[in-house]
C-alpha cells in the first residue's frame, strides 16, 4: 500500500468564505519540542485574491523556502502577526497551554480581526468561530503560513541567543534534542531559558538543582504582578 501525499489547499477557506465569512484567520505554533526558550505562533489573515504558490507545512520546506515564502506571506497578506510564551511560562503551565496562549496572543495581535479561525487541532479562549483540523497544517494553506511565520521567527531568534550562549550550538538545532545539544547539557548544565519541565534539562541539572525544582513544584509559588514580597 503506498502513502497518500496530503496536499496542502485553500479547501477550508473557500469553504468558510461560502458561508458567508470573509476576514478568515490561520494560526499555528513553532518550537513545542525544543528544550529551549520560548514557543512561537504566528497568526495570518491571507488575501484571496493574492494566492500563493508552495504553501504547506514548515517542517517540509528548507530554511531558504521558509525565508522566501515568509517574505512573501508577509507582503501579501491582508494582516499577519507572530507573538511568544517564554520558557518560564512553558514551565509553569505546561507546553500544551503555552501554546495555546502564544496562538491567542498572536491572533489578539492581528490589525485586522478576523471573523474565525482554522487551527492545527488546539482551540483558544477567544469568542470567535473554531476550527481545528487535524494536520492542519499540512492541509490549510492558512494554518500553513502562520507555521512558516513563526518557524522563522523563532529560527532567527534561535541564531540571537546563539550569540549568548555559543557553547549550546542553538543556530544549529534551533534548541531542539540533538545530540550536540543535550551532550552540551550534559557538559554545561542548563540555562535560565531551558526548559526544567522537560525531561533532558532536568536530567542535566545538579542534585542541588533538582532538590531545589523539587521543593518549587511541592510549594506552588504563584507569583501575582502586584505582589511584591
Known amino acids: 500500500m503506498t502513502a497518500r501525499t496530503t496536499r496542502c489547499t485553500d479547501y477550508w477557506g473557500k469553504k468558510l468564505r461560502a458561508r458567508g465569512w470573509a476576514c478568515i484567520a490561520g494560526a499555528d505554533e513553532a518550537g513545542r519540542g525544543s528544550l529551549f526558550g520560548p514557543v512561537y505562533a504566528a497568526a495570518v489573515i491571507l488575501d484571496p485574491r493574492r494566492p500563493l504558490e508552495g504553501l504547506r507545512d514548515s517542517k ?3 530554511a531558504q ?11 501579501a497578506a ?7 510564551v517564554d520558557a518560564f511560562v512553558i514551565d509553569a503551565v505546561n507546553i500544551l497551554q503555552a501554546s495555546r496562549l502564544a496562538v491567542k496572543r498572536a491572533i489578539e495581535q492581528l490589525r485586522v480581526r478576523p471573523d474565525c479561525l482554522l487551527l492545527d487541532a488546539i482551540t483558544v479562549d477567544l469568542s470567535l468561530p473554531q476550527f481545528p483540523l487535524v494536520h492542519g497544517d499540512a492541509r490549510c494553506q ?7 511565520l513563526a518557524k522563522v521567527e523563532r529560527d532567527a531568534a534561535m541564531c540571537e541567543w546563539d550569540r549568548v550562549y ?11 534534542p540533538a545530540a550536540e545539544h543535550l551532550q552540551a547539557l550534559a557538559a554545561y548544565g542548563p540555562t535560565l531559558h531551558h526548559r526544567f519541565s522537560y525531561r533532558p534539562v532536568r536530567e542535566a541539572c545538579s542534585p542541588a538543582l533538582r532538590r531545589l525544582l ?13 505582589l511584591m514580597v
Open 60 to 62: 517540509q520546506l528548507t
Open 166 to 176: 555559543p557553547q549550546y550550538g542553538l543556530a544549529r538545532h534551533k534548541g531542539y
Open 214 to 226: 523539587a521543593m518549587r513544584e511541592q510549594l506552588h509559588f504563584v507569583w501575582k504582578p502586584g
Open 78 to 84: 491582508r494582516a499577519w502577526a507572530v507573538a511568544a
Open 65 to 75: 523556502q521558509r525565508e522566501r515564502l515568509a517574505e512573501r506571506i508577509r507582503e
Open 142 to 148: 492558512a494554518i500553513a503560513a502562520a507555521s512558516i
